[in-house]
């Protein structure tokens, strides 16, 4: 009976090993693919598209300000709205954006979320001779030129644009280390695509749309709380390709505690096992049917958040040493080691002369921690809006 139970949980030990291991091998490969070079954006063109910048706004009264200033100062030479989607905002605040020169549209929802404000808004707009929606966080500051690259790139022909978003704010340690993540995220999900002539993934913010097609995605996204997430997978199904500018930039506020951060993540761990469920399935029928941008969206939904992927192989290669049952000790720690390895060379190249950096490392086990209780507290993201909260920093550009 004790040899059958020790068979038993070997076979479990090696089936998780190779689940995780296919996890490093994903990571690893656009990681590596992310090292080589995008052609570079242009900006110049003889033509200028008619461009709505959407604002989803929930209880955020003095950021939306500032950012909608910053918005509306933006150089472009082509003709640009700056939409506010005012959901909960104070009265007081609606006038002070109306006065700035900002189309306000106020929404009321008993749930909100932010693919109906988006769908609403749209509705509202669709008349108004708009060629291109771009949608932006309440904190984002777009960077130089950013709507000429954007214009420049529809008229070659894109319908879906993906720029790089990066941190506005590296004041705290735990700030520096989102901004790390979000590096890393651009280099494996976006560039690495790119490089390999796939879609980029969206990020819900600095994506920019036909605005037609757009309404048309908007009418399937429905009530889930990741709404990005949803358009990735439409667009996958229409066969409709991400295109991913590298080199220009909108500027994104990064979370400044663990709390925000656990917060934020319960958000994203819930869409993700939303749509692990919803379309699992489908995505190895889509694989035999050749869609192999849907495929690969389904398949990062089977993979681990990087954080828990980090700490349960740290945890896999010290039990390994004292636990002779599964992958041996080799194994784990060349698992651990391999994924410490492609962090790094995701991580910007400018990070590792800023000793912030060294700082930072130094908060991965509150963010591990932090990522255990929004994985426990994934069900509150369902029943409520989790909103990130937000407050005004000024760019700091590291680019």
């Known amino acids: 009976m004790e040899l059958i139970i020790i068979n038993i949980l070997n076979i479990l030990f090696w089936i998780l090993g190779i689940y995780l291991l296919i996890n490093c091998l994903y990571l690893a490969f656009f990681a590596i693919a992310g090292l080589f070079s995008l052609p570079k954006s242009q900006k110049h063109a003889s033509k200028y598209k008619k461009i709505a910048l959407l604002f ?17 100062k933006h150089q472009y030479n082509g003709s640009f709205e700056v939409v506010v989607i005012a959901d909960g905002l104070l009265p007081q605040t609606n006038t002070i954006l109306r006065e700035m020169g900002a189309n306000v549209i106020e929404v009321f929802f008993e749930k909100s979320t932010k693919g109906k404000a988006l769908r609403f808004a749209m509705e509202k707009l669709k008349d108004n ?15 130089s ?7 420049n790139s529809f008229l070659q022909g894109n319908k879906v644009i993906q720029v790089h978003r990066t941190a506005k704010n590296v ?9 790390c993540n979000e590096e890393v995220n651009n280099q494996i999900y976006r560039k690495g695509h790119a490089v390999l002539g796939l879609s980029a993934t969206l990020i819900g913010s600095g994506m920019a749309f036909d605005f037609s097609y757009f309404h048309k995605v908007l009418d ?4 889930t709380v990741g709404e990005d997430k949803k358009i990735d997978f439409i667009l996958a199904n229409d066969k409709i390709k991400v295109a991913y500018l590298n080199d220009v930039f909108i500027y994104d506020e990064k979370v400044e505690n663990a709390q925000v951060f656990t917060n934020q993540r319960t958000r994203w761990i819930a869409s993700q096992i939303e749509f692990l469920k919803e379309y699992a399935l489908e995505g190895l029928v889509k694989l035999f049917k050749g869609n192999i941008e849907f495929f690969n969206k389904t398949f990062q939904t089977f993979l681990v958040p990087r954080i828990l992927l980090l700490a349960f192989l740290f945890i896999m290669a010290v039990q390994s040493f004292f636990n002779p049952i599964g992958p041996g000790r080799v194994f784990w720690t060349s698992l651990f080691l391999s994924l410490c390895f492609t962090l790094l060379i995701a991580v910007p ?13 130094l908060q991965i086990p509150r963010a591990m921690i932090g990522m255990v209780i929004a994985l426990f507290s994934i069900g509150k993201a369902k029943k409520s809006f989790m909103v990130t909260p937000h407050h005004h920093k000024p760019v700091n550009d590291n680019n």
């Open 349 to 361: 190249r400018r990070f590792y002369v800023d000793k912030r950096l060294y700082l930072a490392i």
């Open 56 to 72: 989803p706004t929930y209880r955020e009264n003095s950021v939306i300000i500032e950012s909608v200033k910053s918005a509306l």
């Open 129 to 143: 001779g708009f060629d291109i929606a771009m949608v932006l966080d309440v904190d984002n500051v777009l960077g």
């Open 171 to 179: 004041d705290t340690s735990f700030a520096f280390l989102d901004a």
């Open 220 to 223: 399937g996204v429905g009530e």
């Open 145 to 151: 030129d950013c709507l000429h690259y954007i214009n």
